[in-house]
């Protein structure tokens, strides 16, 4: 398994509207072969003194930390998919804006290590 995570920092009055288009992007990352897409809504996410997920995202007081990941059958399908979800129209910022602020979000990809 592959895993993609992302953390983000959300306007809070946006949560709704930011729920509703992570459940049209799970959809189509499905679609590309994706096995899971979990988001979280920050409920217990303290301020760091050297380092914290609020710092990370340079979180406002207004805005919430979403933590979220995706969850491929192997990096090659992650690869793959990707290059799809990217190229669909039904993602696309121009008539779907995202509802924060991309630059500060956080991502990658990564191996599993353990899963128990």
Request: aromatic letters at 10%; charged letters at 30%; a negative charge.
């Amino acid at each position: 398994m592959y895993v993609d995570g992302f953390v983000v920092a959300v306007p809070t009055t946006n949560k709704e509207l930011y729920r509703e288009q992570a459940a049209r992007a799970a959809v189509v990352f499905r679609e590309h072969g994706a096995l899971s897409v979990v988001e979280c809504w920050g409920d217990d996410v303290p301020d760091g003194k050297v380092t914290s997920f609020p710092m990370a995202v340079k979180c406002r007081p207004d805005e919430t930390v979403v933590f979220s990941w995706i969850t491929w059958p192997s990096r090659a399908a992650r690869e793959e998919g990707m290059k799809k979800v990217m190229a669909d129209p039904r993602l696309d910022p121009e008539t779907t804006p995202m509802p924060f602020d991309g630059k500060r979000m956080i991502y990658g990809g990564f191996e599993v290590l353990l899963e128990a």
